[in-house]
């Protein structure tokens, strides 16, 4: 009997577990599709892009990001793809006229950083944050060449 009453007890106690642990990994909040809001953003040295949408969405080996953009004229880019692992290790980007890795850092839910990189040499640093409502999406973007720095805040709203 007491067998039995402690599997009654430890059956729903390991699939409540296992649900929560599988909800933790799938309520990443930055899964989503994520619009530039141009009004609540600042390039340095500019011009802004006309739009942006960075889509995130889940995958078996992990988080999967394509940001699709159109630039100041108005011509199409090709979309910049790459997956997300927050091992700090280096992993390959397409799409990008300045880079070819990325390695990214998880501090928390909310907060990362990201170094791009080209041929192993740094050319930009990111911070990510996400507001505590999930809505809005922020990047601080600053590109280290001494010649053509950059420093933007670009904002984005949650679709």
């Not at 007890?9 to 909800?23: D, E, I, K, R, W």
């Not at 809001?37 to 949408?53: A, D, Q, V, W």
């Not at 979309?79 to 990008?96: L, M, R």
């Amino acid at each position: 009997m007491t067998t039995r009453r402690g599997l009654i007890v430890s059956v729903p106690l390991t699939v409540a577990g296992v649900c929560l642990a599988f909800a933790a990994d799938t309520d990443d909040p930055i899964i989503g599709v994520w619009k530039l809001n141009l009004s609540k953003s600042k390039y340095i040295p500019g011009p802004p892009p006309r739009s942006e949408t960075r889509s995130y969405r889940k995958t078996e080996a992990g988080i999967f990001c394509t940001i699709d953009r159109v630039d100041a004229k108005g011509k199409h880019l090709p979309p910049i793809e790459f997956s997300e692992k927050y091992d700090g290790k280096d992993y390959p980007v397409t799409g990008s006229e300045i880079g070819d890795a990325l390695a990214l850092k998880r501090i928390n839910n909310y907060l990362s950083e990201a170094t791009l990189k080209h041929a192993g040499m740094v050319v930009a640093v990111t911070r990510r944050i996400i507001t505590d409502d999930g809505k809005t999406l922020v990047l601080i973007y600053q590109e280290t060449s001494a010649e053509h720095p950059v420093d933007n805040v670009i904002v984005y709203d949650r679709q």
